[in-house]
């Protein structure tokens, strides 16, 4: 990682490491980096980096709520929330019933978890109503 570099630099110097030599750095592959990151390391292994994939510019022809046969994960807390009769529940529970009911999946399969129930229903305050960790549907 680059911005570590300057530490170890001093600890090998300090050390008396002199047979130990840093022949490369790199960004650390988060916050933006990812692409960078994977660039370095295939330059560094003298590998070409890979070609840059164009981006999808045309619009989505499918509803924007669904994503391959599943609802988004606001939908998923609606009607979560609709089940429990709108009831306040804290995000761990929210989350908790997402991954137990399993109508909802990330793509990278792993759970959804208090944090991201926390955003989502930030992001969406025309439907959910907040109060500290807890979360119900905006009642109009």
């Not at 650390?28 to 292994?45: C, E, H, I, K, T």
């Not at 009607?79 to 995000?91: A, C, D, G, P, V």
């Not at 909802?104 to 944090?115: A, E, I, L, M, N």
């Amino acid at each position: 990682m680059k911005a570590i570099l300057p530490n170890v630099e001093r600890v090998l110097t300090a050390s008396d490491r002199t047979d130990l030599r840093i022949a490369a750095s790199l960004d650390f592959p988060a916050q933006g980096n990812q692409r960078r990151y994977v660039d370095g390391l295939a330059s560094f292994l003298g590998q070409k980096p890979a070609p840059r994939a164009k981006p999808d510019t045309r619009r989505a022809t499918r509803q924007p709520s669904i994503r391959d046969g599943q609802p988004t994960l606001h939908e998923e807390i609606r009607q979560i929330l609709l089940s429990y009769r709108n009831r306040w529940m804290t995000t761990r529970e929210i989350a908790d019933e997402v991954n137990r009911r399993g109508c909802y999946r990330k793509r990278d399969g792993s759970d959804v978890t208090p944090y991201q129930i926390h955003g989502r229903t930030r992001k969406y305050p025309q439907l959910f109503e907040r109060d500290g960790s807890r979360a119900r549907l905006f009642d109009n």
